[in-house]
């Protein structure tokens, strides 16, 4: 099997896009929202002269329709993903305005091993989040929860979740050869350790000027962004940093840190309270 990564331009609802190449069909995993994307990943698979055997999708915001009619405009392609993204793809949808989105044709359960196009592939589960794992490659692809030298959204909370997957993840497969991040070429565990470092400093930093406050006056906002664009230089997305400082703020007041007893509610999946809807 080859992996052939799709990176577009930088963009909060966009992530990687990966051609996994088997001896006679290709399997994409997430498509691109953007028409002119989708375009070029959909050259991007012709180029290898085999057919698309299937869509996969990751995270529930990797799929628009109109794009997915780009990519496989005949619908002869399976359109594939897990429980838990098909629940959280439905439920974005529904708040959506415009006609439901295509149905999955097969939902794929973490824990069970698939052979689609000659391509063993399966989903773990960790921590909610769920994980393609390519056992030829020794891979996880890991869209959702990584992405290389790229302000992580936080706007909406969840980066207690978030870290908490990292740590699972490290825990129970830290091990793997590759990890297939949402932005930036493939890695070892360093790409999971940076995103939890990158995540935790943030974080850290907005509390300790927040004091507990739940919201922040603007001149402290505007602080505490020139600090983190400092401490991340060039990183990819620095217009959201303003708005992560915010759901940060609201965030921690929210919750007993940093060693609070009580739990705090789970979203549907890892992904639905790391990616914006």
């Known amino acids: 099997m080859n992996i ?19 001896t006679g ?11 002119a994307e989708a375009r070029a ?45 098909a629940t959280a793809r439905a439920l974005i949808a529904a708040a ?56 992580p959204w936080l706007a909406e909370g969840g980066s207690a979740t978030w870290l908490s997957c990292l740590a ?4 129970e497969r830290g091990g793997a ?7 930036g070429a493939p ?19 907005v509390t300790a000027a927040a004091r507990g406050r739940p919201s922040l006056s603007p001149e402290l906002v505007e602080r505490l962004t020139r600090a983190a664009l400092r401490r991340f230089p060039g990183y990819a997305l620095a217009e959201i940093v303003p708005l992560n400082i915010a759901g940060l703020a609201a965030e921690c007041a929210a919750r007993t840190l940093p060693s609070e007893g009580s739990k705090s509610t789970r979203p549907a999946t890892a992904a639905r309270a790391i990616l914006p809807a």
């Open 4 to 22: 052939h990564p799709f990176q577009p331009a930088d963009g909060v609802f966009r992530a990687n896009s990966l051609i996994l190449e088997g």
């Open 25 to 35: 069909a290709v399997i994409l995993v997430d498509a691109q929202p953007d028409p």
């Open 41 to 85: 990943l959909r050259a991007r698979i012709a180029s290898l002269g085999k057919p698309l055997a299937a869509i996969l999708l990751t995270w529930p915001q990797a799929d628009p329709d109109e794009a997915l009619a780009i990519l496989d405009p005949l619908r002869q392609a399976a359109l594939l993903t897990t429980p838990a993204v």
């Open 96 to 151: 959506l305005p415009g006609p439901p989105p295509r149905c999955p044709d097969r939902l794929l359960p973490p824990g069970r091993a698939f052979c689609i196009g000659g391509i063993h592939l399966g989903f773990i589960s960790v921590e909610g989040a769920d994980l393609l794992h390519l056992p030829e490659a020794d891979a996880l692809v890991a869209h959702a929860l990584v992405r290389r030298a790229c302000h």
């Open 168 to 171: 699972a993840l490290l825990r």
């Open 177 to 183: 050869r590759w990890y297939f991040p949402g932005r």
């Open 187 to 205: 890695g070892g565990p360093e790409l999971l350790l940076g995103q939890q470092r990158d995540i935790a400093t943030l974080r850290a930093m």
